[in-house]
């Protein structure tokens, strides 16, 4: 019997699905170290604020190089409408759903909560820190959350693949 070997052609649609929404995942805490460093650079010096520009565009631009690749044939085939498959399903897919419902929950109740408190705190910050501290929060922790949910758990009962049936 002949090893089943893929070609990149043979790529089922939840596949790529997966490749696509592990890599989003990547580009959400790349993105999030983005904004992190962006509200540095409005307390820092001259100096760490060129740097800290170069490296926020050099990160865009891997965050472009990270996606495209996966992206691109994603669209093309629900583009050529080569996948019955209009919703993608499956564990990847789920872990993002769970990762990013998450994320906005914690997101939501940091900002309630902060506005609770802003006043008591007398925090000076600009509109333009607020947001990216929020979408730093955001991002990053979807990404984070995504990469918890998909991890190997081998505490699982539910999941039978390493018994043999008996004959």
Known sequence: MKGAV???KEISTPQLYDR??????????VLSLNYVADI???????EVDQILGYASKASAIAVLLL???????LMRRRYNNKSACREP????VEGFKKATLKAFSFTFLVLVYGQMFA????????????????????LGTASVSFFFAIRD???????DFGVEPEA
């Open 89 to 92: 399903e499956g564990f990847i």
């Open 153 to 159: 758990d081998s505490d699982e009962e539910d999941d």
């Open 6 to 8: 893929m070609t990149k």
């Open 119 to 138: 006043e008591e705190l007398l925090l000076e910050i600009t509109g333009e820190v607020a947001i990216h501290f929020v979408l730093a929060m955001l």
């Open 67 to 73: 996606i495209l690749p996966s992206f691109i044939p």
């Open 20 to 29: 696509f929404m592990q890599r989003v995942a990547v580009a959400f805490f």
């Open 40 to 46: 540095v650079r409005v307390y820092s010096s001259e």
